[in-house]
């Protein structure tokens, strides 16, 4: 296998600089402006990019700043769809997870098998999950792997937390996992080789309306304090949480579309290597998850009706305790002690408006046209972001007589096999930690040479930014350099593992000399 780039191109010598980003959105005519940077505005960005529109995006926080850094990291069919009777969505979840782990990023979208442990508590008969997961493979063509029932011996040794209990059965089914925020980060890249502009950071205050139409937008640097107006002959609001906020910028009478729901996690130590998730059912449709994630241990998530100003979302003590409980059914008492717990998190998913509980609410997506054109979209699932963005950007374009965007699957930049990089990454760069190269691969794909490459010259680069971590400092120069990095949380929390592995105090301090 090739280490060149399938994007076809490789980063200039440095990445635009802010003032550049700046000058670009006041002084260029758009065809399209995406407002909101998570993983809908970046898809959308790439598909129209990839159809050769003049693409500029915005973004009020950093990218992937919100619910798309706040998932719980799966790129997965959704065993539990089915049981909603979501054939149609299972089925296109399913295959958009094998493009994405095939093609669009297979070093970001990883294999993984998952276990369901069953006993009397559990709200299914275990021939309903057996059932449950055949039909599930069989809507994946059977690609995956070995599914059906597993022997304790087996369970135990692909998920040593599991709690041993000589009256349940195990049933294995298959799925994916990946970095949510690095995934939005290569697609905003490789939307910026195509020619796009992104900015993080950028408020928009108000819309630019010409003639009844959407023409813009005003926009206000974070950084700065600088005001600058963006032309664009379309505009997207894919800005989550925040949608009908914007809508309403458009619109001050617009209703709502969306409702709220709070998402929290808990990353914990993992005293021994877990080679496959669990997925513990709960009463309601919820399910609990334990999955291995970077060398640690991944408990979520809760489900809740939040409402309120979505930039307050936080997990609490409460959410914590009833994360550990709900895992505490299928794993055991000393994997989720409140001992281990080095982070958390939370976010808020987008749903459309019902009158059932949030739980039980399809993961559909809400795209709405406004008054004076705006097109507005949220909601659906982290799986089917490439298709929600092609189909957005196609209706945005067709809008102002444009390109009509490829639906085909692409690569992003940095694509390839994670062990192949990974065995070159420790070839040519004996100094790297242990550790730090599959984990490299793992992040940026064949970026990780041009993340290393300044190490060279400075080898100080290729310590770690905090010790027990194996994210280095060079990471952090790129994180500035190439991706937009602001503050020390961008760098942290969405570019590298550092903050969730609760080493974000200390990191602070190490990284701060990178800061612009």
């Known amino acids: 296998m090739s280490l060149s780039d399938p994007a076809g191109e490789r980063p200039a010598a440095a990445g635009p600089t802010r003032a550049e980003r700046l000058e670009r959105l006041a002084s260029e005519q758009f065809d399209l402006l995406v407002i909101g940077g998570g993983a809908l505005g970046a898809s959308t960005a790439w598909a129209a990019s990839r159809a050769g529109a003049r693409v500029a995006l915005v973004d009020g926080g950093d990218a992937a700043g919100a619910t798309s850094s706040a998932s ?11 049981g909603l009777g979501d054939v149609k969505l299972v089925r296109e979840a399913h295959r958009e997870r094998r493009w994405n782990a095939r093609l669009v990023a297979p070093h970001l979208v990883r294999p993984l098998q998952f276990i369901l442990p069953v006993g009397a508590e559990t709200p299914y008969r275990p021939v309903e999950l057996r059932l449950g997961v055949f039909v599930y493979a069989a809507l994946s063509g059977f690609r995956d792997g070995r599914t059906g029932r ?11 937390g599991l709690r041993r209990d000589a009256e349940r059965t195990y049933v294995a089914y298959h799925d994916h996992q990946t970095d949510d925020a690095r995934l939005v980060l290569a697609a905003l890249r490789t939307a910026e080789l195509l020619g796009a502009v992104w900015l993080n950071y950028a408020r928009v205050e108000s819309l630019r309306i010409t003639a009844g139409t959407v023409s813009g937008a005003d926009v206000v640097d974070a950084v700065s304090g600088e005001r600058l107006a963006i032309s664009a002959r379309a505009v997207v ?3 989550g949480p925040w949608v009908d906020h914007i809508r309403r910028l ?19 130590d993992c005293s021994e290597p877990w080679r496959a998730a669990v997925t513990s059912p709960l009463p309601e449709g919820r399910v609990s998850f334990a999955i291995p994630w970077y060398g640690l241990l991944l408990l979520g998530t809760t489900d809740e009706p939040f409402e309120g100003d979505p930039a307050t979302v936080r997990p609490t003590d409460a959410d914590q305790a009833q994360i550990l409980a709900e895992a505490a059914t299928s794993l055991a008492p000393d994997v989720v002690s409140a001992a281990r717990v080095r982070s958390a998190f939370a976010g808020l998913r987008v749903l459309p408006l019902g009158g059932t509980s949030t739980a039980g609410t399809k993961r559909e997506t809400v795209v709405t046209v406004g008054r004076a054109g705006m097109i507005s979209v949220a909601g659906g699932k982290l799986t089917t972001w490439r298709r929600i963005g092609v189909d957005v950007a196609t209706q945005a374009l067709a809008s102002i007589h444009g390109a009509r965007p490829d639906a085909h699957a692409a690569p992003l930049v940095g694509a390839a096999d994670p062990d192949v990089v990974s065995a070159e990454l420790q070839r040519r760069y004996t100094e790297l930690p242990e550790g730090s190269a599959p984990h490299l691969a793992g992040l940026y794909g064949t970026l990780a040479f041009d993340v290393l490459e300044p190490a060279r010259r400075e080898p100080a680069l290729f310590e770690p930014i905090v010790p027990g971590a194996p994210d280095v400092l060079a990471q952090a120069r790129y994180a500035v350099d190439y991706e937009a990095a602001v503050t020390a949380d961008d760098i942290l929390r969405r570019r590298t593992t550092v903050a969730l592995r609760g080493f974000e105090t200390e990191g602070r301090e190490r990284v ?3 800061l612009p």
């Open 237 to 239: 609001n894919a800005t």
């Open 250 to 268: 458009e619109d001050p009478g617009a209703g709502s579309t969306v409702r709220l729901s709070k998402g929290a996690h808990l990353v914990l």
């Open 72 to 82: 719980s990291k799966l790129v997965h069919g959704g065993l539990r769809y089915l």
């Open 150 to 160: 597993l022997k304790p011996a087996e369970a135990y040794t692909l998920a040593p």
């Open 512 to 514: 701060a000399r990178f």
